[in-house]
């Protein structure tokens, strides 16, 4: 079989990584990476053997597919030309910057019948998917994800730099749309949103808590969701799992209340038997597989195969809905209660307070 002709366009902190992956993968020829910084399309070209252009125009005659790394503000202009010639893309999440950009990229997949695959990399985030497959009807979804600032990114708010990622993970667990959200959240360091707090009612009656800031000392991504089946737990850095379920005592026998009011209930007992004996506790740690590799590998075996890939342009396009509601929830809040007080993300704090957060 001949080898598929690949290319990436944007090769900065997160890009750089695609072109690797992609220079060592089989049955891949990386032909080139597109990159308007000089130094850095050249550091990386020679890094991954292949050729550097400063153009992503340059690309369109020598490649299949490419992979598109670029700020999300430039996700249409970029994807535009490579649909329009029927290429393939896979584009970094967020799908764009905004929904009608992204509701524009998938039109153009679909005029062109091209292959869209989107960034959500936590899909391929085994931590993710034993929670996926172990929990069928999600009631209750809680999702934090917490970084410090990296100065990258600051084209887009915290909503459609981090909270999207799960955003996409509540839509995938609950397979059903959000029909309501509550949100607000606070610029405190860039001119978008820095920090926010979500509230999703799903059509299926789930609910979905999630918790996103860029501007938190420590990093971390947590994902806990509760169903019929029990509560689930995962750490998606260090892909702990852990896995809480009602023992057949608990399911079927009396209530703890009603065995404690028994003459011979040993109480201190009965408080230490409750997660082991009465909850059942299991502690997993998912393969250490690399989300980006897997993610890189659907688009190769999508591209060759016709297959759908894991996630799809109406994937992408249903988390930037959800992200746009958010939004506009964040700018309508009213930190006083009142349309007459701070409303927004970029409130100021009153000056007698002696804080100034705008
Ligand atoms: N999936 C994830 O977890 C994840 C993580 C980080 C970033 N991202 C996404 O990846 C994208 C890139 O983020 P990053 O952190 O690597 O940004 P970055 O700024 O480090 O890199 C972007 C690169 O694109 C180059 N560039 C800009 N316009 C270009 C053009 N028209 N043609 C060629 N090159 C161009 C820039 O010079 C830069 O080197 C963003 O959409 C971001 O949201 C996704």
């Known amino acids: ?19 690797r992956i992609l220079s060592e993968m089989q049955g891949v020829d990386l032909v080139g990476v597109a990159e308007v910084n000089p130094e850095q399309g050249q550091a990386i070209a020679t890094a991954c053997n292949t050729t550097w252009y400063a153009d992503p125009d340059e690309l369109l005659d020598k490649v299949d597919a490419v992979s598109i790394v670029v700020p999300s503000i430039y996700h249409l202009d970029v994807a535009e030309k490579f649909i329009s010639r029927k290429l393939p893309v896979m584009v970094e999440k967020p799908l764009a910057a905004s929904y009608e950009e992204a509701a524009r990229i998938v039109a153009l997949s679909e005029k062109h019948h091209c292959l869209v695959q989107v960034g959500h990399i936590e899909r391929f985030n085994p931590a993710f998917r034993k929670v996926a497959d172990s929990c069928s009807t999600p009631k209750y979804i809680r999702c934090e ?9 600051t084209d ?14 509540a839509l995938a667990l609950t397979n059903s749309s959000v029909l309501k959200v509550e949100a607000f959240g606070a610029s405190v360091v860039s001119d978008h949103e820095d920090c926010a707090q979500a509230r999703l009612y799903f059509e299926n009656g789930c609910i979905a808590d999630l918790s996103a800031s860029r501007i938190h000392p420590e990093p971390s991504r947590t994902l806990h969701c509760w169903g019929y089946e029990g509560s689930f737990s995962a750490d998606l850095t260090t892909r702990e799992v852990s896995i809480f379920k009602p023992g057949e005592t608990l399911k079927h026998g009396p209530s703890l209340p009603e065995r404690a009011k028994r003459p011979d209930a040993d109480i201190e007992q009965m408080k230490q038997d409750i997660f082991g004996k009465q909850i059942g506790v299991e502690k997993i740690v998912v393969p250490q597989i690399d989300a980006l ?3 890189l590998q659907n688009f190769v075996d999508c591209i060759n195969t016709g297959a759908q890939p894991v996630v799809d342009a109406q994937a992408g396009l249903a988390a930037m809905e959800v992200a746009e509601a958010v939004h506009k929830s964040v700018n309508r809040h009213q930190w006083e209660g009142s349309a007459h ?18």
């Open 1 to 19: 079989m001949s080898l598929l002709k690949l290319g990436v366009v944007g090769v900065g902190a997160l890009g750089r990584h695609h072109a």
């Open 156 to 169: 887009i708010g915290v909503i459609h730099d981090l909270m999207i990622h799960d955003i996409d993970l």
């Open 145 to 153: 994800r917490l970084a410090p600032f990296t100065f990258r990114s």
């Open 341 to 358: 007080g701070p409303v927004g993300p970029h409130f100021e704090i009153p000056a007698a307070q002696g804080l100034r957060v705008a």
């Open 293 to 295: 590799t897997a993610e």
